[in-house]
């Protein structure tokens, strides 16, 4: 079974900058397949969990939502099985646990969510 370990979340004034990792691993060969692409989501307090970012094993293709777009930079390290998430000009309302899962899993229906890591700005 497929499995993420976010790390790097911690307390950051607004405007400053964080990078937050998701170990990926289960897979029986070992690496990452092409075709497993992995997205960042987020939980805020009282919100639903939202899809912020993915990106593609295969050709490091990316998306990002609205809110994070031009801020927020995703990227893959296939050798170590691992996507980061550097964030950049943080807000207070980007305070939030965030996740890694497949991208484009309904949140509601995927029930194998990682611990995840608590961002939280603030000054």
């Known amino acids: 079974q497929v499995q993420h370990v976010e790390s790097g979340g911690g307390l950051v004034q607004p405007g400053g900058s964080l990078r937050i990792s998701c170990a990926v691993s289960g897979f029986a060969s070992g690496v990452t397949p092409d075709y497993y692409h992995t997205g960042w989501f987020r939980q805020a307090p009282g919100k639903a969990r939202e899809q912020i970012s993915c990106?593609?094993?295969?050709?490091?293709?990316?998306y990002y939502s609205d809110s994070v777009k031009d801020r927020f930079t995703i990227s893959r390290d296939n050798a170590k099985n691992t996507v980061y998430l550097q964030m950049n000009s943080l807000k207070p309302e980007d305070t939030a646990v965030y996740y890694c899962a497949p991208c484009g899993v309904k949140v509601d229906a995927y029930h194998s969510w990682g611990q995840g890591t608590q961002v939280t700005v603030s000054s």
């Open positions: 990106i593609s094993s295969k050709d490091g293709s990316a």
